[in-house]
């Protein structure tokens, strides 16, 4: 009997491939090739996340609420991926049971307007099966 593997387990296997080899302990790409930066519209950094998929960027949930930044453009998030053009967030989708007061599920996925291209230096993070 073959067991299928979940969908994570054959992504992580899948992007495996652009992730350059260690050799005594060495990484040879980035440090971390899985972060990016989530601005605003005014080019103001407000959190990091780590790219889980080609559209999807995961966060935490408090970062995108408790910015003390009066000016932030809240409708116009960007996610910064380095040597590639910004993408645009489309949608904010918070855990359905996230809980302000005692941030309990704060996390948070961003989805972007348009599929990353992936690389050595641009590889989404691998999550552990629970």
């Known amino acids: 009997v073959v067991i299928p593997k ?3 387990e054959a992504k992580c296997r899948e992007y495996s491939r652009f992730a350059a080899k260690r050799q005594n302990g060495v990484c040879y790409n980035s440090r971390s090739p899985h972060t990016v930066a989530i601005i605003d519209l005014n080019q103001r950094h407000i959190s990091s996340g780590s790219i889980i998929s080609e559209r999807f960027v995961l966060t ?8 003390s930044v009066s ?3 809240w409708d116009d998030l960007w996610v910064r991926l380095g040597n590639q053009p910004d993408k645009k967030v489309i949608r904010e989708i918070s855990h359905p049971d996230y809980d302000p ?4 599920h704060h996390i948070m996925l961003l989805e972007m ?9 641009l590889v989404p993070v691998c999550l552990a099966n629970l």
């Open 113 to 121: 307007d348009s599929p990353l291209a992936f690389s050595n230096r």
């Open 60 to 67: 935490k949930a408090p970062s995108l609420f408790d910015i």
């Open 71 to 73: 000016d932030v453009v």
């Open 101 to 104: 007061e005692t941030l309990r």
């Open 6 to 8: 979940r969908i994570s």
